[in-house]
């Protein structure tokens, strides 16, 4: 059945699919919606869980991490100045091996102030060792949360999926809504194993020696290593069953190509188009996608992007004194690769700033008139 | 600890099964929070140094008879204080800061009436020597000298004159303030103690004053006894009484024919007692003072009381003469005065005006301008200024004769007196054991304006052992953000055709909804009212308390020393202290 929604309703949609019995969340633009949706629906008694309204993200989390630790499925969603109150618990999330799903609306971090689409707020938190998944569109939006579930509860990792603010969060799109009855084949109900136990009573998280923390440290590396093939296995469970896949990566018109586009989000729709016109002018061009964060997905990177001259990676992101963050996980991907290609960083789209296919052909241009590599990111500003 | 450490799964986390309360955290701080009570400004005030927050907090809680118990310890009184006392302790009242000050006097009154017929647990210590003590006069002063005397474990023989106990309480305050019921309970709460009691007969004539020699010590509280005079022509007249008198005969059972229009002369309580007297006898009354209102020594609530029963107040007039008119009715004539500067005692002069004067005719008048002390029965050296003459430690010239009351120099209200008895107690235990040369009083104090307690010095009297003294806490110390706003509750009074009938008490005291309300408003400033504030906001969950035996227990091996109990405490009760 197809309806007519924006991302965040799809991302609430999802979350009533998977029958998720406890969501903790506090409002913030522009995720909201989902919050606003969530409620709605569990004072119809369309949701059969538990919306549990908290006084902050950090006890969002907090509440999930719990919850999750009873054997249920959790969802949360936040955004901006929320996932960064929530930083601390995220790294507990992870450590205590909590399969929690949570959607990030991608927006700017203060200050200055705003409420405009910019990744950063998900990307700065890299190393909480979360699982992470950009998201192009609602559809997308709807799917990964899915996907997400399957992913989490196999791994015992928490999932985070990123939806741009407005462009995906608020922009209405058709989209395609499973039937209850496969996401429930998908993702059948779980009962997860139950670290609290009323009739055992016990405390997670007491202190550890060096030696023991390194180790738990390392047996959670190995765990988000393995996502690389789980959300691969993932996915081509959702395709088969759905009819629709993603793929960890998505090569665009990238077998004969010389020259690559990265994008991740919602910016890869329109660069689909640019590449079009830029094909159809004579040009070598393809186009990446990057879908899975973390883990980083090395070897298919790595793979996709054999051969090729030049790439000019699009980040909606600076991390301030090094370049696009995107750009720089990719250049160390591919750093081990034989007469790997030169890699541009990109910056374009920050603060909500519209990336039009013209944006992206100027930027196809400018990378394709280069020679030389070049370190220091590339603003791309109205006047460029 | 028993850690369980999983490898069996690349998912597993570390989990306890034993418990964290091997660590003792209590050792990181710095601080530890102490219980510390301050004394609350209404109990600072209160002459007679009662425990009012503590009493307001079990009375609130139902446990009337603690509550009872607890005022026992130092007023043996609550039942007539509860009805007649000026209650200085409301004027005080922090609340009244905030909002409206609590009504700690009907809250006595409530504690005493719910009471009724409880036995309390109040007994006598041991006291090998027993020594024998004489308490002349059965006022106020001396009841609580006999009182606080046989609870310091001393023989006590009280002599009266009149055939009654009760003093002032009995004969001067009419029975539709203070039900003669209500006095008799109370005295035979104190003579339960067992008490020698000797009426009828009056030291000085009956009894001779050397009889009193066989004592080991006396305390003298025989009051006034003498009505002061106007001095102007015409006062001896048949139609004009002496207000003492007329309350005596009223209160004897007497009903006295004083005529259709009666003129009070005088603004203190004893003319208000009359003026009121009078109006239930069935005159119409016209109160003359030569001051304003604003100057009236009577108990404010008493002045509001007399004019809502319809009581004319004429102010700013002197009598300066009284004649009989043919029709046998009386005339006075009065100067008029106005006020102009300030007398000893901080109160404004009345000065005549010249040549202007006003004449009123009556049925009668009733002067109630004062009373002096009869000291025609002790010996001279005893006097000085027409009272007895008493150092601070309330000792005469003879340092076996003590005295208080209304006899000596003080304030002449029933809370005074009864204070004077209670350090007059404490002063004659002392004689008696030979310590009169340490400064006891200072350590017993509550506050600064001379109360004492009777707890306190019975925990100290005999090792020495002085508890701490209890600073008076301040308003901007405690936390009013945990209070809400409310309205002072008032006793429902008898309306006033009913009231006008006869004698019948006017105060209808508080109903037992209306005495929770009223308790739950007092602050309890600087006293634990077991609010559980501490208890609740506390981190770590290391406070418990009983409010049952009242006490207050923090686990200081898990205490880091946070602060947040100090700080959420509205009544300035936790304090950090810095450990050394």
């Known amino acids: ?384 | 600890m028993d850690i369980k450490y999983d490898f069996s799964s690349e998912f597993a986390i570390p989990i306890s099964y034993g418990s964290s309360e091997v660590i003792e955290t209590g050792k990181w701080g710095f601080e530890k929070p102490e219980t510390a009570f301050m004394t609350a400004p209404c109990q600072e005030t209160c002459p007679a140094g009662n425990a009012i927050p503590q009493f307001l907090y079990l009375a609130g809680e139902g446990r009337s008879k603690e509550a009872l118990e607890a005022i026992l310890k130092e007023n043996p009184f609550p039942g007539v204080c509860g009805r007649v006392c000026f209650h200085p302790c409301e004027n005080n009242c922090h609340r009244g800061q905030y909002d409206e000050v609590v009504s700690i006097s009907a809250m006595e009154r409530y504690i005493f009436d719910v009471t009724s017929n409880h036995h309390p647990d109040i007994h006598p210590i041991s006291n090998a020597d027993s020594k024998q003590v004489a308490v002349v006069g059965s006022g106020p002063a001396g009841l609580s000298a006999a009182y606080f005397l046989r609870l310091l474990g001393y023989r006590v023989t009280l002599f009266e004159a009149r055939k009654e106990l009760g003093g002032v309480m009995r004969w001067g305050i009419p029975e539709y303030r203070l039900p003669k019921s209500i006095l008799k309970e109370e005295i035979e709460r104190i003579l339960q103690l067992s008490i020698d009691v000797k009426t009828g007969e009056k030291v000085g004539k009956e009894i001779p004053f050397e009889e009193l020699d066989r004592f080991n010590a006396v305390f003298l509280s025989s009051g006034t006894g003498l009505s002061l005079s106007l001095g102007i022509e015409g006062e001896d007249l048949k139609k004009v009484w002496r207000g003492g008198d007329i309350l005596d005969r009223i209160n004897s059972g007497d009903k006295p024919r004083i005529g259709k229009e009666i003129i009070v002369i005088g603004g203190g309580n004893t003319a208000m007692d009359v003026a009121r007297s009078a109006l239930r006898l069935g005159s119409r009354v016209i109160v003359a003072y030569r001051r304003t209102r604003a100057e009236m020594p009577a108990i404010e609530d008493e002045i509001r009381e007399a004019e809502e029963e319809g009581v004319r107040f004429e102010f700013l007039l002197l009598p300066v003469k009284i004649s009989v008119l043919k029709n046998r009715r009386i005339r006075v004539k009065f100067q008029r005065m106005r006020l102009r500067g300030w007398d000893q005692s901080n109160r404004h002069k009345a000065i005549p005006i010249k040549g202007e004067f006003l004449t009123l005719e009556a049925d009668g008048l009733i002067k109630a301008v004062g009373e002096g002390v009869d000291l025609s029965w002790i010996p001279e050296t005893l006097s000085k200024n027409s009272l007895i003459n008493v150092n601070s430690s309330l000792t005469t010239s003879n340092p076996k004769i003590f005295a208080g009351g209304d006899a000596i120099d003080q304030p002449r209200t029933i809370v005074t007196a009864i204070a004077s008895g209670k350090k007059a107690a404490i002063s004659i235990d002392l004689y008696l054991r030979g310590c009169t040369s340490e400064d006891v009083f200072s350590k017993i104090r509550v506050g600064n304006k001379g109360a004492l307690s009777m707890e306190a010095y019975l925990s100290g009297r005999n090792g020495g052992n002085w508890s701490e003294l209890k600073e008076v806490i301040s308003y901007p110390q405690l936390n009013t953000l945990y209070f809400e706003h409310s309205k002072r509750v008032e006793m429902s009074k008898l309306n006033r055709n009913k009231a006008l009938k006869g004698f019948s008490e006017v105060n209808l005291g508080l109903t037992s909804d209306e005495a929770g309300i009223s308790a739950s408003r007092c602050f309890s400033c600087g006293t634990c009212n077991y609010c559980y504030n501490c208890y609740f906001f506390c981190p770590e969950g290391l406070i418990s308390l009983d409010p049952l035996h009242q006490t207050k227990t923090v686990d200081l091996d898990h205490c880091k020393g946070c602060g947040t109990c100090a700080k959420v405490c509205p009544r300035y009760v936790v304090l950090m202290k810095e450990l050394s």
């Open chain 1, 1 to 384: 059945m197809k309806e007519f929604m924006t991302g965040n309703h799809a991302v609430a949609r999802a979350v009533r699919l998977c029958r998720t019995p406890l969501i903790a969340a506090y409002p913030i633009t522009p995720q909201t919606p989902i919050y606003e949706k969530l409620s709605e629906w569990e004072a119809s008694g369309e949701l059969k869980g538990i919306m549990m309204r908290t006084e902050s993200e950090h006890s969002a989390m907090a509440a999930c991490i719990a919850a999750s630790l009873t054997g249920v499925r959790t969802f949360t969603a936040t955004s901006s100045q929320g996932i960064a109150l929530m930083h601390e618990m995220l790294h507990f999330a992870a450590g205590c091996r909590v399969p929690v799903v949570m959607a990030n609306v991608n927006r700017l971090l203060a200050a200055p102030w705003g409420f405009w689409a910019d990744q950063l707020d998900s990307l700065s938190q890299r190393d909480t060792g979360w699982i992470q998944l950009y998201c192009e569109n609602g559809q997308e939006s709807l799917d990964t949360v899915i996907q997400a579930y399957k992913i989490a509860e196999q791994v015992y990792l928490p999932v985070m999926l990123s939806l741009e603010a407005f462009f995906v969060s608020h922009f209405m799109e058709v989209v395609d809504l499973p039937e209850q009855e496969r996401v429930d084949r998908f993702l059948p109900p779980i009962d997860l194993p139950h670290k609290f136990d009323i009739d055992k009573p016990g405390f997670l998280v007491p202190v550890v020696s060096s030696e023991l923390y390194r180790k738990y440290k390392h047996m959670a590396q190995i765990s988000v290593d393995s996502v690389k093939e789980i959300a691969v296995r993932v996915d081509q469970e959702f395709k088969k069953e759905f009819g629709r896949g993603y793929g960890i990566i998505e090569p665009v018109m990238l077998d004969d190509a010389e020259v690559v586009i990265v994008t991740a989000g919602s910016i890869t729709s329109t660069a689909r188009l640019a590449i079009k016109d830029l094909r159809k002018q004579g040009n070598k061009i393809g186009l990446l996608k990057l879908r899975l964060f973390r883990p980083f997905p090395v070897e298919a990177v790595r793979v996709a992007l054999r051969g090729k001259k030049k790439i000019a990676v699009i980040d909606r992101n600076i991390s301030l004194g090094c370049g696009g963050i995107f750009c720089q996980e990719l250049r160390a991907a591919l750093v081990h690769s034989p007469d790997h290609p030169l890699t541009y960083s990109y910056i374009a789209g920050i603060g909500g700033t519209d990336v039009t296919p013209e944006v992206i052909q100027k930027i196809a241009l400018d990378v394709m008139s280069k020679n030389e590599p070049t370190d220091a990111p590339i603003w791309v500003m109205e006047d460029y």
